[in-house]
């Protein structure tokens, strides 16, 4: 599943966008996007909270407040392509300085054709880096099938039982092997928090020492070990 999501200043926009995205979707890609449209920022930052992470977000600046969002919308969504819309009257501070790294950027006022001229250029990247992710899975057995889980939805991994499982918001999937074996093969993002535990940072909502535990987007708290702690912390803190 792609996840896309678009605010926008006016109802006229968000129309043409409806529009266009899709077809150029189905054009560069095979796989299934889910679309969320707004003008409201309060809309926006909810769909941010309820999903894990977004492959494609188009924020318009003119928002009222949605200038301020971009590092914290970065944070939560550090690999999203961003597509900015902005004005002359935008500051530019707002979307050059590090952390945001808009990956297209539309002035308006736009004419159409300038607009799907920027999406053409956007898909081209998205497909380009879609297919080159493909190969970032983990196969696990679901019963009597076979199951392909994306790395990059991976909350957690909690070894139990002579088992891995993994956690995936509310699911739950577990496959034979060690922690030791599978995080030897994850990126870099993937942290050993405790001798039973592998969490994916990018999926933090916050790091709790005082208290030894990480609370998880999806709500879970985890454990975090005095042997981890200090690497947890400095993971945390280059990071920011």
Known sequence: ????????????????????????????????????????????????????????????????????????????????????????????????????????????????????????ESFELIADKLSKTRGQMISVYTGHAQKYLQLDLIDYMEARDKKVFIRIKDQEYGIYGTLDELISKLPKHFMRCHRSYVINMLHVDSIVLAENYILMKNGDQVPVSRTYKKEVKEYGIENE
């Not at 679309?35 to 003119?62: G, P, Q």
């Not at 919308?73 to 945001?100: I, Q």
Request: hydrophobic fraction near 40%; proline fraction near 4%.
């Open 1 to 120: 599943m792609i996840y896309y999501l678009s605010l926008m200043e006016s109802k006229l926009e968000t129309r043409l966008l409806k529009e266009l995205v899709p077809s150029y979707a189905a054009r560069y890609t095979d796989d299934y996007w889910d679309y969320c449209y707004t003008e409201f920022l309060s809309d926006a930052i909810e769909r941010v909270e309820a999903v894990n992470k977004h492959d494609f977000i188009a924020w318009d600046t003119m928002v009222k407040g949605a200038g301020n969002q971009l590092l914290e919308l970065r944070k939560r969504n550090p690999s999203a392509f961003l597509l900015l819309f902005a004005s002359g009257r935008t500051n530019p501070m707002l979307y050059v300085r590090a952390g945001v790294a808009p990956d297209a950027l539309v002035l308006k006022p736009y004419e159409e054709e300038g607009l799907k001229k920027v999406l053409d």
